[in-house]
């Protein structure tokens, strides 16, 4: 069965409102009812930037197009010119978001009316500033959007798919010419597009009125999603990396050590990311990514031959790039719990004045 959400409920109840208050003042409602249903958005934040673009919009259509009728008439080169000067002056201006509306409010401003233009553009621009208003209003105080649960569930589904795709590379490592060009590529795709639905409830969330339940502010929130893109970034170094590094003597002897890392990384983002949403984490997790950036953050022995030096940057590019993935996780736990509030317990515990 067909489901309506709170946002089609609403972008209706912002319709109807517009209508009957335009009506009862005795003005068309038609502008005001396409502005409403407009400006009921995602999120309160761009329903509030669309009624400034609308209301700009307005203003500057109604405003060159009254001119131009007033000084040359409305016949259709005198139309005509005002668009392409209009379209002109959006692209200087870097206004390429609205042209589209300015040029159409200019047209319908410059068109024949039982009132003047300058009448119709001033009425014109009230309607649609009353519509967008009530749509930004009525998307704001009824039902604001939450994205906090679509939050969690995306960047768990981002999570995992990341997971996956770097425990494969490290089982992988061995022989790492085995995993084809194709298959990197499609694996690193779908976590991307993974990631980036995450990045966009991430900025929807940004947006949003609601939010006082999350267990990490916005800005650690918007971090982790930065996270797990330099941890795709970097898997994917490391297993281009390895393409020239197993040649080095040492690699395969290394190989064990940095697949286990690999692992033991993965264990520890999740876990890290469960804090988000109020799971417990380890207490020695900072003590094991520390230990794993230390580890793999300098290179063992030089080569001897220097046949062997490529290979063996190689190498050291592998170990720097676990070391990094360690460190970046490591920041993301001092920002979880920094943010995170103090336990009820704890709080009671602290000095209140004195040293």
Same mark, same amino acid.
């Given at each position: 069965?067909?489901?309506?959400?709170?946002?089609?409920?609403?972008?209706?109840?912002?319709?109807?409102?517009?209508?009957?208050?335009?009506?009862?003042?005795?003005?068309?409602?038609?502008?005001?009812?396409?502005?409403?249903?407009?400006?009921?958005?995602?999120?309160?934040?761009?329903?509030?930037?669309?009624?400034?673009?609308?209301?700009?919009?307005?203003?500057?259509?109604?405003?060159?197009?009254?001119?131009?009728?007033?000084?040359?008439?409305?016949?259709?080169?005198?139309?005509?010119?005002?668009?392409?000067?209009?379209?002109?002056?959006?692209?200087?201006?870097?206004?390429?978001?609205?042209?589209?509306?300015?040029?159409?409010?200019?047209?319908?401003?410059?068109?024949? @009316?039982? *009132?003047?233009?300058?009448?119709? !553009?001033?009425?014109?621009? +009230?309607?649609?500033?009353?519509? %967008? =208003?009530? #749509?930004?209003?009525?998307?704001?105080?009824?039902?604001?959007?939450?994205?906090?649960?679509?939050?969690?569930?995306?960047?768990?589904?981002?999570?995992?798919?990341?997971?996956?795709?770097?425990?494969?590379?490290?089982?992988?490592?061995?022989?790492?010419?085995?995993?084809?060009?194709?298959?990197?590529?499609?694996?690193?795709?779908?976590?991307?597009?993974?990631?980036?639905?995450?990045?966009?409830?991430?900025?929807?969330?940004?947006?949003?009125?609601?939010?006082?339940?999350?267990?990490?502010?916005?800005?650690?929130?918007?971090?982790?999603?930065?996270?797990?893109?330099?941890?795709?970034?970097?898997?994917?170094?490391?297993?281009?990396?390895?393409?020239?590094?197993?040649?080095?003597?040492?690699? @395969?002897? *290394?190989?064990?050590?940095?697949? !286990?890392?690999?692992?033991? +990384?993965?264990?520890?983002?999740? %876990? =890290?990311? #469960?804090?988000?949403?109020?799971?417990?984490?380890?207490?020695?997790?900072?003590?094991?990514?520390?230990?794993?950036?230390?580890?793999?953050?300098?290179?063992?022995?030089?080569?001897?031959?220097?046949?062997?030096?490529?290979?063996?940057?190689?190498?050291?590019?592998?170990?720097?790039?676990?070391?990094?993935?360690?460190?970046?996780?490591?920041?993301?736990?001092?920002?979880?719990?920094?943010?995170?509030?103090?336990?009820?317990?704890?709080?009671?515990?602290?000095?209140?004045?004195?040293?």
């Amino acid at each position: 069965m067909w489901k309506i959400g709170p946002r089609l409920w609403k972008t209706g109840l912002a319709v109807a409102i517009t209508i009957a208050l335009l009506r009862y003042i005795g003005h068309p409602a038609e502008f005001g009812a396409i502005a409403a249903a407009l400006a009921v958005a995602p999120s309160a934040g761009r329903s509030f930037r669309f009624t400034l673009r609308q209301t700009g919009a307005n203003l500057l259509g109604g405003l060159v197009g009254s001119l131009a009728v007033f000084l040359f008439g409305a016949n259709p080169i005198v139309i005509g010119l005002t668009v392409i000067f209009m379209l002109w002056l959006c692209g200087r201006m870097q206004w390429q978001d609205i042209s589209g509306a300015v040029i159409t409010i200019m047209i319908f401003v410059m068109a024949p @009316h039982q *009132e003047g233009a300058s009448t119709y !553009a001033l009425w014109r621009v +009230l309607s649609a500033a009353t519509g %967008a =208003l009530i #749509g930004t209003v009525v998307n704001a105080l009824i039902m604001p959007p939450d994205y906090w649960p679509q939050l969690i569930e995306t960047l768990t589904a981002a999570g995992e798919r990341l997971d996956g795709f770097v425990l494969a590379i490290a089982e992988r490592l061995d022989h790492p010419a085995a995993y084809t060009k194709a298959e990197i590529l499609a694996g690193a795709g779908q976590v991307e597009k993974a990631i980036a639905e995450a990045r966009r409830i991430s900025l929807l969330l940004g947006e949003s009125t609601r939010g006082g339940h999350m267990a990490a502010p916005k800005p650690v929130v918007e971090r982790t999603v930065k996270v797990l893109e330099s941890l795709l970034e970097r898997i994917l170094v490391i297993h281009k990396a390895a393409l020239m590094a197993e040649q080095a003597h040492r690699y @395969h002897t *290394e190989l064990p050590a940095m697949q !286990a890392a690999l692992q033991e +990384l993965v264990t520890l983002r999740r %876990a =890290l990311y #469960g804090r988000l949403w109020g799971e417990e984490i380890p207490a020695t997790l900072a003590v094991e990514l520390q230990s794993i950036e230390r580890t793999f953050e300098t290179p063992t022995g030089l080569p001897g031959r220097p046949e062997e030096v490529e290979p063996f940057f190689r190498l050291h590019r592998m170990r720097s790039g676990i070391s990094y993935m360690a460190n970046r996780l490591g920041r993301l736990q001092v920002a979880i719990d920094g943010a995170a509030p103090v336990p009820e317990t704890e709080a009671l515990m602290l000095p209140v004045g004195g040293d």
